[in-house]
């Protein structure tokens, strides 16, 4: 018997066609590094159209990694008028991210939302968001500057939570570069982090048995800490607890059996 490292499933950003360029698909570097350094093996996945096909490409997933956009989730999609600062990302994008989100939260597979993905799970776990910080939460402080793209803030960790557990004592700081947030936290899930102004930064199953971790900052990025790289140290530890070991049979035993 050999382990297996546990595949983890990563989505990617999404480009439409162009007049001047075809559609593009791409993965920042920084998602399956990060997979591959906590000890995961990464799989890029193709925004394909056919659940079947999805479906198929999913099942020796033990983990996914929702990734974060520079464009934001359409409020119409969830029943609220679109604010002047939304930029909406591509349907295509959209649609597979909560496909495969919906496919990984009935499946209970262990997810790493960050971002926009994690916004987006806890939606589709019956939560809420803010559409534009700087108006719904009057007396925050900055979570995005279009100039500074070095942007740090404080994090408050709840004592107790797994992301306790994560990080150790200490302060925390974090990158932030976002201007959608929860509001309504969905009842799967408790609050894990917050900033000093209460904007909620991270939450975290309740449910024992199930990983599910959201965070709001980009531990994957060049500016991130070194201390973000043990999020996904513990996600891939648990994705490698749903993952079965197989037999490693010897060249020539496979020959006699095909034969």
């Given at each position: 018997?050999?382990k297996?490292?546990?595949v983890?499933?990563?989505?990617?950003?999404?480009?439409?066609?162009?007049?001047?360029?075809?559609?593009?698909?791409?993965?920042?570097?920084?998602?399956?590094?990060?997979?591959?350094?906590?000890?995961?093996?990464p799989?890029?996945?193709?925004?394909?159209?056919?659940?079947?096909?999805?479906?198929?490409?999913?099942?020796?997933?033990?983990?996914?990694?929702?990734?974060?956009?520079?464009?934001?989730?359409?409020?119409?999609?969830?029943?609220?008028?679109?604010?002047?600062?939304?930029?909406?990302?591509?349907?295509?994008?959209?649609?597979?991210?909560?496909?495969?989100?919906?496919?990984?939260?009935?499946?209970?597979?262990?997810?790493?939302?960050?971002?926009?993905?994690?916004?987006?799970?806890?939606?589709?776990?019956?939560?809420?968001?803010?559409?534009?910080?700087?108006?719904?939460?009057?007396?925050?402080?900055?979570?995005?500057?279009?100039?500074?793209?070095?942007?740090?803030?404080?994090?408050?960790?709840?004592?107790?939570?797994?992301?306790?557990?994560?990080?150790?004592?200490?302060?925390?700081?974090?990158n932030?570069?976002h201007?959608?947030?929860?509001?309504?936290?969905?009842?799967?899930?408790?609050?894990?982090?917050?900033?000093?102004?209460?904007?909620?930064?991270?939450?975290?199953?309740?449910?024992?048995?199930?990983?599910?971790?959201?965070?709001?900052?980009?531990?994957?990025?060049?500016?991130?800490?070194?201390?973000d790289?043990?999020?996904?140290?513990?996600?891939?530890?648990a994705?490698?607890?749903?993952?079965?070991?197989?037999?490693?049979?010897?060249?020539?035993?496979?020959?006699?059996r095909?034969a």
């Amino acid at each position: 018997m050999s382990k297996q490292k546990p595949v983890i499933g990563i989505t990617g950003d999404f480009r439409p066609e162009r007049y001047n360029g075809a559609a593009l698909s791409w993965f920042n570097t920084g998602y399956y590094d990060s997979v591959n350094a906590a000890g995961g093996l990464p799989m890029l996945l193709a925004p394909v159209e056919s659940d079947e096909d999805l479906h198929q490409m999913l099942e020796n997933v033990t983990g996914i990694v929702l990734s974060g956009c520079n464009l934001d989730l359409d409020p119409a999609r969830m029943k609220m008028h679109a604010h002047p600062s939304v930029k909406v990302m591509p349907k295509r994008r959209e649609d597979f991210d909560r496909r495969v989100a919906e496919y990984a939260i009935q499946k209970r597979i262990p997810i790493l939302a960050i971002g926009s993905g994690m916004q987006l799970v806890n939606f589709l776990c019956g939560g809420t968001l803010y559409q534009h910080i700087p108006e719904d939460v009057p007396r925050a402080i900055h979570h995005r500057d279009p100039v500074e793209q070095n942007l740090r803030h404080v994090l408050e960790i709840v004592p107790g939570t797994r992301l306790d557990s994560i990080y150790g004592p200490g302060e925390v700081r974090v990158n932030s570069s976002h201007h959608m947030a929860i509001r309504d936290l969905s009842g799967r899930f408790r609050v894990s982090a917050t900033c000093p102004d209460g904007v909620v930064e991270a939450y975290e199953s309740i449910e024992e048995d199930w990983f599910c971790l959201g965070v709001q900052w980009h531990p994957e990025s060049n500016t991130a800490s070194a201390l973000d790289l043990q999020i996904f140290e513990a996600f891939t530890d648990a994705a490698a607890r749903e993952a079965q070991p197989v037999d490693i049979l010897p060249m020539n035993e496979m020959l006699r059996r095909a034969a």
